[in-house]
Nanobody, 124 residues
Framework: QVQLVESGGGLVQAGGSLRLSCAAS????????MGWFRQAPGKEREFVAA????????YYGDSVKGRFAISRDNAKNTVYLQMNSLKPEDTAVYYCAAGWGKVAGTEAYEYDYWGQGTQVTVSS
């Protein structure tokens, strides 16, 4: 069982930056791949980024490539999402998720555990 708690969301102006954190419980955090998804009102949940259990492989959604960076610290049971050059269309609730397997997933169904989400609002 893994419990996930996101933090770091908030209100930021377009062009600004935020760093989201996701703290995980459990001693097996380092065996899970981790991902970030987001969901805006009236839209489907969207893949943002994923990272392998070792941190050696990362994946990004097309809309955030070059602006967002995912990282993890297995010693702290934490995964991060650094978001730069934020745009109003990045406004959404951001969810952290954990999945188990050799290859990090990019689809929501590939994840077993989810956090409650943290709101990110980007003003124009």
């Amino acid at each position: 069982q893994v419990q996930l708690v996101e933090s770091g969301g908030g209100l930021v102006q377009a062009g600004g930056s935020l760093r989201l954190s996701c703290a995980a419980s459990g001693r097996t955090f380092s065996t899970y791949y981790m991902g970030w998804f987001r969901q805006a009102p009236g839209k489907e949940r969207e893949f943002v980024a994923a990272i392998s259990w070792s941190g050696g492989t990362t994946y990004y959604g097309d809309s955030v490539k070059g602006r967002f960076a995912i990282s993890r610290d297995n010693a702290k049971n934490t995964v991060y999402l650094q978001m730069n050059s934020l745009k109003p269309e990045d406004t959404a609730v951001y969810y952290c998720a954990a999945g188990w397997g050799k290859v990090a997933g990019t689809e929501a169904y590939e994840y077993d555990y989810w956090g409650q989400g943290t709101q990110v609002t980007v003003s124009s």
